[in-house]
T-cell receptor
Framework: LAKTTQPISMDSYEGQEVNITCSHN???????ITWYQQFPSQGPRFIIQ???TKVTNEVASLFIPADRKSSTLSLPRVSLSDTAVYYC????????????FGPGTRLSVLP | GAVVSQHPSWVICKSGTSVKIECRSL??????MFWYRQFPKQSLMLMAT?????????EQGVEKDKFLINHASLTLSTLTVTSAHPEDSSFYIC????????????FGEGSWLTVV
């Protein structure tokens, strides 16, 4: 199982771009990288997923270097409502593979 | 994205009783469902993985006789906490992956269990 490492916490100000990096040194060939956002007392919400290079959607971008041993979630122009815990999850479609969460990054957006 | 729903959102039960939490995939067939447990300010802890029609696979340290998981259909999995005790009080979250979700797992809203 690919273990993930992220910063425990980050602070930012409204309107800034926030980059959260996740390390996953033993990622497997068929593993995808998925980022989730979680607010207190809610289930994690899907943000973005990628396999390699760069992926962008309406809320975030995901940068994955060629060796895939890390990934960076980029949140453009954060607002107070982006204060949450962000998790990167590494896993694939192999039968029986489970998905283990790391500690996540607690992002605090300040006014 | 795919929708996963849990019920109830919160439940209070007496010590020694059993309580069931349901997890449903509303718009896709969930071939695999996962159950997590989360304590305040901590990460999600995987309890078990279940594939439709098969027995659940429990993570090390999770008592399978206490946390009964059933995944009898492609849209429903249940977690039953048997003989609940106050230390079982926690936030329980399910997630699912299936035919339309590809490599992505989608999460339910979570269920708060308080055992008194």
């Amino acid at each position: 199982l690919a273990k993930t490492t992220q910063p425990i916490s980050m602070d930012s100000y409204e309107g800034q771009e926030v980059n959260i990096t996740c390390s996953h040194n033993n990622i497997a060939t068929n593993d995808y990288i998925t980022w989730y956002q979680q607010f207190p007392s809610q289930g994690p919400r899907f943000i973005i997923q990628g396999y390699k290079t760069k992926v962008t959607n309406e809320v975030a971008s995901l940068f994955i270097p060629a060796d895939r041993k890390s990934s960076t979630l980029s949140l453009p122009r954060v607002s107070l409502s982006d204060t949450a815990v962000y998790y990167c999850l590494v896993g694939g479609i192999n039968y029986g593979q489970n998905f283990v969460f790391g500690p996540g990054t607690r992002l605090s957006v300040l006014p | 994205g795919a929708v996963v729903s849990q019920h109830p959102s919160w439940v209070i039960c007496k010590s020694g009783t059993s309580v069931k939490i349901e997890c449903r995939s509303l718009d896709f067939q969930a071939t695999t469902m996962f159950w997590y447990r989360q304590f305040p300010k901590q990460s999600l802890m995987l309890m078990a993985t279940s594939n439709e029609g098969s027995k659940a696979t429990y993570e090390q340290g999770v008592e399978k006789d206490k946390f009964l998981i059933n995944h009898a259909s492609l849209t429903l999995s249940t977690l039953t906490v048997t003989s609940a005790h106050p230390e079982d009080s926690s936030f329980y979250i399910c997630s699912a992956r299936g035919d339309l979700s590809g490599n992505t797992i989608y999460f339910g809203e979570g269920s708060w269990l308080t055992v008194v």
